[in-house]
Every structure is written in C-alpha cells, then in structure tokens.
C-alpha cells in the first residue's frame, strides 16, 4: 500500500518527465521517484565524449541536476535550484550506464538541501553532486 506523499511524488515525476524534453533527449530515464527521492540512469553515449575520450562532465552534471529537480519537486509544489555544486571522481566512459541517486538532507520552508551520488552500473562513484532548492508558491500539477 502506498501513502498519499507516494502517490503524489509518483504523479509529480510522471508529469515532469513526460515535459522534460531536454533529459529526454540525453536517454535519460526516470526509475525511481518518492518523496525527497528520485534515481535516473543515462547510458554514455559516443557524442556524449569529450576531447579525452571520456563522458563530458557537464553531462554528468545534467544527469545529476536532472536527479535533483525531480527529488526537489517530489512534494507537488514548484521548486528551482538556488545553487549547485559537483565533484567529479572518476570517469564514465562511451556504454558506462550511470544512476543517479537524488536524496533530500533538509527541508524547511522554502528551502532544501538534496545530495545526489552518481555511479556507474558497477557501483563506482563518478561524482557527488549538492543542489540548494528554492520553493515557489505554485503547485507542479493543477
């Protein structure tokens, strides 16, 4: 049996995703969605590669910043990011699948504090990403 937060986050990811052209584009996928809880997965592609052969860390990054506004917007009401930061650990090469994990530290009132681990399938930590969220007065579904 699932709560009504449950249902909630389930409803917020679903309708986010389905306007989320621009993780769409990058294959990403949406898993997982609860409340203060998301998990994408994006596989490396070879046009995702930089100069060094290896995944772009901008796109590492959206894929983490993706994981962040879905965990973010989980409670139903829209919320933006009002700072970011990332460490980079190890690299993600072309075929790596990477899952990020988006987890809510804090919240109160209009703010929040999400840390998000991105892994490769095998487990390795590719980065770990801290986003700051601001609350708006709007609900994500009418």
């Known amino acids: 049996m699932t709560s009504a937060e449950e249902r909630l986050a389930a409803a917020v990811g679903e309708a986010m995703y389905a306007r989320d052209t621009a993780s769409q584009a990058l294959g990403m996928t949406l898993e997982a969605v609860g409340p203060g809880y998301a998990r994408l997965r994006m596989t490396v592609r070879g046009d995702m590669l930089n100069g060094h052969g290896t995944c772009h860390g901008g796109l590492v990054f959206a894929l983490a910043d993706s994981a962040f506004a879905f965990a973010c917007n989980s409670h ?67």
């Not at 998000?116 to 986003?131: E, I, Q």
């Open 76 to 142: 139903g009401v829209v919320t933006v990011a009002a700072g970011c930061s990332i460490e980079f650990l190890s690299p993600a090469h072309e075929g790596d699948e990477l899952v990020a994990d988006a987890e809510e530290t804090h919240r109160e009132g209009r703010n929040g504090v999400y840390d998000v681990a991105v892994r490769r399938a095998d487990g390795g930590l590719v980065a770990t990403f801290r986003g700051r969220s601001a609350s708006t007065r709007e609900r994500v579904l009418d």
